[in-house]
C-alpha cells in the first residue's frame, strides 16, 4: 500500500519537496498530495518589484498546473485550517479532510507586529502578490486623489523596518514614485519617501560596508532615513515616532518581522516563543516524528549558532532535504542531516543597483550585485522546471 505524503504549502519549500519526493519515489511507494491556497506559487522574493510596479502580477504568480504537470502530485486547492497530530488528519476550509502517513508543513510565516499598536488594522504588509498588487494600487490612487485633494499625506510614504524587505521595497519605490509623479504632472519635491528603523543601523546584522552603500544609495535617490526611530503607534492618516514625531501620511508599509505560522502553534508542535517549529537535524518536529516543517515555519540553528534566516534559498534546500529524508523513511537506509549551503545574501535596491555577500567573503554592490541577484531568481526557476521569461 503506497504511503500518503500531505504537503502543506506549495511556496519555495513545499513545492520543491513535492518535486524532488516524486523523483525519488514511485507511485508504489507513495501518493504525494500538495495543498495550497492558490492554484499558483508565489514568487515572493520579487513582491516588492510588483508592489512597485515594476513587476507585472503575471510573472510572480506561475501556475502550479504548469509546474506540476506529468510530475504525478495531487493538488488540491484549498486553505488549512487545522492540522491534527493525533489523528494525522488535516482539516480544510469547507470541512474538507485530508489524512496522510507523512506531514510536510511549509505553510511560511506570518507578519511580526510586536504588539505596534494600530499596526495591524492600517498597515499594508507585503506577503503575498494580492497584497503587492494592493500596496501598487493604493499608490497610484494617492497620486490621483492629490491632483484633487492637494494633502501632503497624500505624497508622504512610510515604510516601517530597514531589513532586508523594507530595504528592498524603498529601492524600488525610490525608482518608482518619480515616474508615478511625472505621470500625474506633480512636482518629485513634493513627494516624500520614508524609511523608519528602530536599531541605529538599516539591514541590522548584515555587513556594516554594504549596510553604508545601501543607504548612500537609497539616501542619493531621495529616501529619508529614521534610524534608532522606533514607530510606537499607527493611526489612519498617521504614524507616530518613539521620539514624539508624527509623520502624517496615507501610506505605511510594515516590514518590521517575521514570525512563525499559528496553524503549527495552535496543532499543539513544539515551537519557540516566536512561533516557529523547533526540529532535529533532519528537519523533523521534535515532538511529533511523522512530520516534517520547512521553510520559515521552522526554526534551524546554523554554524554560527544563530537561526538560520528565513530565506526562499534556505526553503527550497530544506524541500530537497526533505524529500531525501522522506525517501529513506519508505525504502530504508541512513538519513543525511540538513547542511544548508548558503550561496549569496543580496539585497536589491531598485532596478539597477543592489548590495550583498557571495559565496563566503565577496561583497558586491552596483550592477553587478543586481545581476547575480537576476541570476539567483532564474536558477531557482531552472530548479522547479519554469525557466521563462517573466
Ligand atoms: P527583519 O526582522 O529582518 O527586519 C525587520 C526590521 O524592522 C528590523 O531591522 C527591526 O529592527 C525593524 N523594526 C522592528 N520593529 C520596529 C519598529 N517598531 N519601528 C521601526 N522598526 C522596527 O524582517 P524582514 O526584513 O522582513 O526579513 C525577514 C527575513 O527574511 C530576514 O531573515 C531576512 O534576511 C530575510 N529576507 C531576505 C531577503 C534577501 O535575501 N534578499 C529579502 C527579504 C527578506
Known amino acids: 500500500m503506497p504511503k500518503q505524503i500531505l504537503i502543506l504549502g506549495a511556496g519555495y519549500a513545499g ?16 501518493v504525494v498530495t500538495l495543498v495550497n491556497k492558490h492554484t499558483y506559487h508565489q514568487l515572493i522574493t520579487q513582491l516588492h518589484e510588483t ?60 507578519a511580526e507586529y510586536f504588539g505596534v499598536p494600530g499596526m495591524r488594522e492600517h498597515a499594508f504588509i507585503l506577503k503575498s502578490v494580492n497584497q503587492a498588487r494592493l500596496i501598487r494600487s493604493h499608490i497610484e490612487s494617492c497620486f490621483a486623489r492629490y491632483m484633487y485633494e492637494r494633502r501632503s499625506s497624500l505624497l508622504r510614504f512610510v515604510v ?18 518619480p515616474k508615478l509623479a511625472a505621470e500625474a504632472g506633480i512636482d518629485y519635491s513634493l513627494v516624500e519617501l520614508y524609511n523608519v528603523e528602530a536599531m541605529p543601523g538599516i539591514l541590522p546584522g548584515f555587513d556594516p560596508d ?7 544609495s537609497l539616501k542619493s ?56 517549529a523547533k526540529v532535529d537535524q533532519y528537519l523533523q518536529s521534535v515532538n511529533t516524528r511523522d512530520t516534517y516543517m520547512l521553510g520559515d515555519c521552522a526554526i534551524v540553528i546554523g554554524e554560527n549558532g544563530r537561526p538560520l534566516p528565513p530565506t526562499a534559498q534556505i526553503a527550497w534546500q530544506m524541500g ?30 531598485g532596478r ?39
Open 160 to 177: 516601517g523596518g530597514a531589513g532586508f524587505s523594507g530595504i528592498e521595497l524603498v529601492g524600488e519605490l525610490a525608482d518608482a514614485l
Open 210 to 216: 554594504l549596510a553604508d552603500a545601501a543607504q548612500e
Open 320 to 349: 530537497t532535504s526533505a524529500a531525501d529524508s522522506l525517501y529513506h523513511d519508505i525504502r530504508g537506509g541512513v538519513k543525511t542531516a540538513f547542511h544548508p549551503v548558503i550561496q549569496g545574501t543580496l539585497a536589491s535596491l
Open 51 to 110: 508592489a512597485a510596479g515594476a513587476r507585472s502580477d503575471r510573472s510572480v504568480r506561475i501556475p502550479l498546473e504548469k509546474v506540476l504537470r506529468g510530475k504525478d502530485v495531487e493538488l488540491v486547492k484549498g486553505t488549512v485550517q487545522r492540522i491534527v497530530p493525533a489523528e494525522k488528519q488535516v482539516i480544510l476550509d469547507g470541512g474538507r479532510t485530508l489524512a496522510y502517513d507523512y506531514l510536510v508543513v511549509a505553510l511560511g510565516s506570518e
Open 352 to 390: 539597477k543597483d543592489a548590495v550583498g555577500k557571495v559565496g563566503r567573503s565577496m561583497k558586491l554592490h552596483g550592477r553587478i550585485a543586481s545581476l547575480a541577484k537576476e541570476a539567483g531568481n532564474y536558477r531557482y526557476l531552472a530548479k522547479i522546471g519554469s525557466v521563462f521569461k517573466p
Open 221 to 276: 535617490r531621495g529616501v529619508r532615513f529614521l534610524t534608532s526611530t522606533p514607530i510606537v503607534k499607527v493611526e489612519p492618516g498617521a504614524v507616530y515616532l518613539k521620539n514624539d514625531t508624527v509623520l502624517e501620511t496615507e501610506t505605511v508599509v510594515w516590514t518590521g518581522g517575521v514570525r512563525g505560522n499559528q496553524i503549527v502553534v495552535d496543532a499543539g508542535f513544539a515551537t519557540e516563543p516566536r512561533g516557529r
Open 15 to 30: 513545492l520543491v519537496c513535492a518535486l524532488e519526493t516524486r523523483k525519488r519515489l514511485t507511485d508504489d511507494d507513495v
